[in-house]
């Protein structure tokens, strides 16, 4: 099994995390943790390691979709397109079976979205209880009040993450009016109790000029920003094709990102990032993969195809499926493609799987 680019994926994360200790050092209350939390990081890889000689690839990072329900209508929201059907939603008792599988099998991160995560509160207080795992929330913020701070001061695991399309024009014209300036109320708060939080930043043809210009960076560093997602739009929405980056600026997207990282005392993260330096797409395993809001096991959030489903089979069993196993064995044709995700231009081909 080919285990080269699970390596140079595990150096990236643990350089994030390095990174993230340096910026512990103005926020002293939270140091102690994130210096444990290092520590739970190297013993995860370590843990995937032995797992992958024995065949058994674990991705250091899941993404799980908690919800369908928002509490926005975002143009051309991905989630509102492909989470159609009306199957139940994951039960708390499956969600924490799933996210205790995931400690034991030395997974470091899992990034959950939705919909709307916050409304899923119970989940959340799930997922405080695996302080082992670094848990990226990615939320609108209308519902972050003053009860979900103190929530998030408690579990420093908890990480918000704001999604923002730029400034205050950007932001407002595709969430709706007052967007921005919630996110704006909410940072004061956050830092008072040295929340280590960030923010999600939809790039597109339009606005990637204004996300990697310095002084928008320095801005939002200003409003206590340490964590910035890059994440390049797919046109899932019929006739926003426009939106989707050239191949111009799609190479530059990695570089900007590199740049930043070297420069600005926050940590900087492209998605999907520069998949050729793995040797193409790390979907369905190699790198992550994604649970829907019912459970099922998809290759990535714009790939929703599964053969499993996690309410009848286990994560280590659902990481070994026949659909992922082609996928992953697949992944060499899988690079770069046109609209920021590989599978979505290939979706067919996934069909057809």
Known sequence: MQIIHRKRFDNNIMEQFEK???????????????????????????????????GLEVPPLLIISITKRCNLNCAGCYSKILHTNNDPELTTEKFREILAEATELGVSIVLLAGGEPLVRKDFLEIAAEFPQIMFPIFTNGLLLNDDYIKFFSKNPNLLPVISLEGGEAETDFRRGEGVYNNFDCNCEEMNRKQILWGTSLTVTSKNMDLLFCDAFITELLG????????????????GSENLVLSEAQKAMVQPNVDRLMASYPAMFIAFPGDEEQYDGCLAAGRGFMHINPSGKVEPCPFAPFSDTDLHYNTLREALSSEFLAKVRDNHHLLKEGKGGCALWANREWLRNL
């Open 20 to 54: 993230a200790m340096q910026i512990m050092q103005g926020m002293p209350i939270r140091t102690p943790f994130f210096v444990k939390s290092l520590f739970n990081q190297k013993r995860a890889a370590k843990r995937r390691e032995k797992l992958i000689k024995e």
């Open 223 to 238: 409003r206590g920003c340490k964590l910035f997602f890059f994440v390049e739009y797919v046109p899932i929405a019929e």
